[in-house]
């Protein structure tokens, strides 16, 4: 089946550093979608990228979809303890529509206050 | 006003015992979906359900049985479960977009259900 790599697993970073996490798909997607899940809570849609080479920002994070739509980034920058939790990428591959997103697996957010 | 629910929200039962999870949305959305996390917080999809048809069936034990009434309910039903269930399972909801990339796509989560097999 399509898979999403997501790299890094685990980020450890001091308050106010900056924190990237990547994903990459060896085919291309349609449109790939960002979610945060809070330690003990659900995951929570943050953003949807569909265009080639798209850059989105919502206030500290800029998201980034790459110009092959092969792969996007999530930076956040200065990070907060508000920040912790695991960030995943969801891609959705041409042809698929909506009702299959591959999620990747993750990586997981510490921030050191 | 809860959009996705699920009920329990825990579930700790002996091995070989039969278990359901419910899932309602009030959203309006026409199709629902069944995920599975594990213990390294992989987040699978099991099933996706569209106006009450079965649309994504990965590769899960026939144990497992969607069943979806209505739009607004898709519920998991679990036959003679095994330590390996154990695990987080969350029911999502969303618009169809028929293959529209641009389209409101969003997934909307519910809290979740830890199911723990003893």
């Known amino acids: 089946g399509q898979q999403v790599m997501q790299i890094p697993q685990y980020q450890h970073v001091q308050e106010g550093e900056d924190f990237t996490t990547y994903c990459n798909s060896s085919?291309?997607?349609?449109?790939i979608q960002w979610y945060k899940q809070r330690p003990g809570g659900h995951p929570v849609f943050l953003i949807q990228l569909v265009k080639s080479g798209e850059v989105k920002k919502q206030k500290r994070l800029t998201f980034q979809f790459g110009e092959a739509k092969k792969n996007s980034s999530l930076h956040i920058t200065a990070t907060q303890t508000t920040d912790v939790g695991t960030y995943f990428c969801a891609g959705s591959h041409s042809g698929a529509g909506s009702y299959q997103l591959t999620f990747g697996k993750g990586t997981k957010l510490s921030v050191i206050p | 006003d809860t959009a996705v629910s699920q009920t329990p929200k825990y579930l700790v039962t002996q091995m070989g015992n039969d278990k359901s999870i419910k899932c309602e949305q009030n959203?309006?959305?026409?199709?629902m979906y069944w995920y599975k996390q594990d213990s390294k917080k992989f987040l699978k999809i099991m099933f996706s359900y569209n106006n009450k048809e079965l649309i994504i069936n990965e590769t899960v034990p026939n144990r497992f049985s969607p069943k979806s009434p209505d739009k607004a309910h898709l519920n998991l039903h679990i036959n003679s479960l095994e330590l390996g269930d154990s695990a987080v399972y969350f029911c999502?909801?969303?618009?169809?977009?028929?293959?529209?990339?641009?389209?409101?796509?969003?997934?909307?989560f519910g809290p979740g259900t830890r199911l723990t097999v003893l």
């Open positions: 085919t291309t997607l349609s449109n």
């Open positions: 959203l309006g959305h026409d199709t």
């Open positions: 999502a909801s969303s618009h169809w977009s028929s293959g529209n990339p641009f389209g409101d796509n969003e997934q909307f």
